[in-house]
C-alpha cells in the first residue's frame, strides 16, 4: 500500500471513532483484512488518539463507519474493495 495514500488519512479532529465492520473469512472482506494487518499500524500511527474499532463477525458484509462530533455517524459499503480502497475511504470520510 501507498505510503503517500495513508499519510493523506491523517483525519479531522471533529472525527470521534472509526469503526471497520468485517467477515475473519469472506472473499468480500479480503482487502479490509489487508488493509488491517498491513495498513493500520502506520494509519493509527497517523492518528494515534483517535479510536479504532476492527469488528469481526461471521457472514457481515464490510463496512467502514466515521463517528463525528454530536454523534453524527456516516457508512460506507466495502465490499470486493481492495486495501488501497479502504485507505481512500477512510480519507474521504476523516475530511
Not at 469481526?56 to 463496512?63: A, D, F, I, L
Not at 488501497?84 to 477512510?90: L, W
Given at each position: 500500500m501507498r505510503l503517500s495514500l495513508l499519510r493523506a488519512a491523517r483525519l479531522n479532529p471533529a472525527v470521534k471513532e472509526l469503526r471497520l465492520h468485517l467477515c475473519q473469512t469472506g472473499e468480500e472482506s479480503k482487502g479490509v483484512r489487508d488493509f488491517v494487518s498491513s495498513g493500520y499500524a502506520q494509519f493509527k500511527?497517523?492518528?494515534?488518539?483517535?479510536?479504532?474499532?476492527?469488528?469481526?463477525?461471521?457472514?457481515?458484509?464490510?463496512?467502514?463507519?466515521v463517528r463525528y462530533e454530536m454523534g453524527k455517524e456516516k457508512s460506507v459499503t466495502l465490499t470486493n474493495a481492495g486495501a488501497?480502497?479502504?485507505?481512500?475511504?477512510?480519507a474521504e470520510l476523516g475530511k
Open positions: 500511527r497517523e492518528n494515534p488518539k483517535l479510536p479504532i474499532l476492527v469488528r469481526e463477525c461471521s457472514g457481515v458484509q464490510p463496512r467502514l463507519w488501497a480502497d479502504v485507505a481512500k475511504h477512510i
